[in-house]
């Protein structure tokens, strides 16, 4: 059973940092990409990044382009997501997700979702 | 930026067939993908690459698209359908991925 479970959010003041981590298990995480997509409270889906099997292609979103950093440990079987200078839009609830295709060069579409963990910027 | 397009809410009553669109410009030449949400749940994944079914998935949901629409169909919706649905596309490899706005369906 595929599983992945979302840690590190939390209440964080504007302009700092956070990491994210999310934990897999239950699938064989070094052959498929990895997604993070948020959610803004009462809000629809936002994608975020993601990042290919061997971390040799990597996207972000417009909106978080130059302040977060997808990667991935393959022999931690984790996901983490680096966020800087936070912004009162970023808060959100974020989610893990694993990609629908194995071994592929690009991140396409999430499959399994976690489910999230809460950031919220606030001074 | 890329936008895909979604009507707000859909309505329809137990038994009838809902149809919910996804419009972007590049759905011609890009697969769509359908996700849906309930309350206080994570996604779920119901239609790939345009009209694809994962397993487990009812089959009264399927896909279709046509020209820059995508389409989500379901036939015979059932209460525990009542969800948020959510399209998801591209317009050109290495360019980010989007959401539509999202869909509100009601079954009653």
């Not at chain 2, 936008?3 to 038994?15: A, I, N, R």
């Not at chain 2, 698209?65 to 015979?76: D, E, P, Q, V």
């Amino acid at each position: 059973e595929v599983q992945l479970v979302e840690s590190g959010g939390g209440l964080v003041q504007p302009g700092r940092s956070l990491r994210l981590s999310c934990a897999a298990s239950g699938f064989t995480f070094d052959d498929y990409a990895m997604h993070w997509v948020r959610q803004a409270p009462g809000k629809g889906l936002e994608w975020v990044s993601g990042i290919s099997w061997n971390s040799g292609s990597i996207g972000y979103a417009d909106s978080v382009k130059g302040r977060f950093t997808i990667s991935r440990d393959n022999a931690k079987n984790s996901l983490y997501l680096q966020m800087n200078s936070l912004r009162a839009e970023d808060t959100a609830l974020y989610y893990c997700a694993k990609d629908i295709w194995p071994s592929i060069a690009v991140a396409v579409a999430p499959d399994y979702w976690g489910q999230g963990t809460l950031v919220t910027v606030s001074s | 930026s890329y936008e895909l397009t979604q009507p707000p809410s859909v309505s329809v009553s137990p038994g009838q067939t809902a149809r919910i669109t996804c419009s972007g410009d590049a759905l011609p030449k890009k697969y769509a993908y359908w996700y849906q949400q309930k309350s206080g749940q994570a996604p779920v994944l119901v239609i790939y690459e345009d009209s694809k079914r994962p397993s487990g998935i009812p089959e009264r949901f399927s896909g279709s698209s046509s020209g820059t629409m995508a389409t989500l169909t379901i036939s015979g919706a059932q209460v525990e359908d009542e969800a948020d649905y959510y399209c998801y596309s591209t317009d050109s490899s290495g360019n980010p991925w989007v959401f539509g706005g999202g869909t509100k369906l009601t079954v009653l």
